[in-house]
């Protein structure tokens, strides 16, 4: 399922991309200097983002990502990086996440202030706790608040 099956108005352009595997905030403008603030990184706006990891990341690995993390393309910028309780109220998942009852899964919000391909799952991954399930939940001032997927807001 694609944009195209929600709007039908040839104006309104995405501000930044979900890779096929992630899910979430996505916004969209008329407004070219609004997406052109919104997906350009030398804006450097913060998405936030929920992400559950398998395993559970000590203090170590939550300071790699607050200082930022080596990666193919160079070091990222330093990252807010917390571990939180699963999120309330979370929809399933089509598919589901792999499920290993013998290791334990967790979740970080993590916000960051650039938009490299693939990034947050590279990130977790280099400090070595790969990304199960990704949930982009706020962009700037705009966060996804209670909507479930396919649910839209105009504001």
């Known amino acids: 399922m694609t944009l195209?099956?929600?709007f039908k108005d040839p104006t309104l352009r995405v501000a930044g991309r979900l890779d096929y595997d992630s899910e979430g905030?996505?916004?969209l403008s008329d407004d070219g200097r609004l997406v052109q603030k919104?997906?350009?990184p030398r804006f450097k706006l913060e998405k936030t983002y929920l992400a559950q990891l398998e395993g559970e990341p000590g203090s170590d690995a939550l300071a790699q990502l607050r200082t930022g993390v080596v990666l193919k393309d160079g070091k990222t910028r330093p990252a807010k990086a917390k571990l939180i309780e699963e999120p309330a109220n979370l929809w399933s998942r089509d598919p589901?996440?792999?499920y290993r009852a013998n290791i334990p899964t967790s979740w970080i919000e993590?916000?960051?202030s650039e938009g490299r391909n693939r990034q947050v799952r590279r990130m977790t991954a280099a400090v070595n706790f790969p990304t199960l399930r990704l949930i982009r939940f706020q962009v700037g001032?705009?966060?996804l608040g209670?909507?479930?997927p396919g649910e839209w807001i105009e504001v």
Do not use: A, Q
């Open 96 to 98: 589901p996440i792999r």
């Open 4 to 6: 195209s099956n929600y």
């Open 146 to 148: 209670t909507l479930k």
């Open 110 to 112: 993590l916000t960051i």
């Open 141 to 143: 001032d705009w966060s």
């Open 38 to 40: 919104i997906s350009n």
């Open 25 to 27: 905030l996505l916004l």
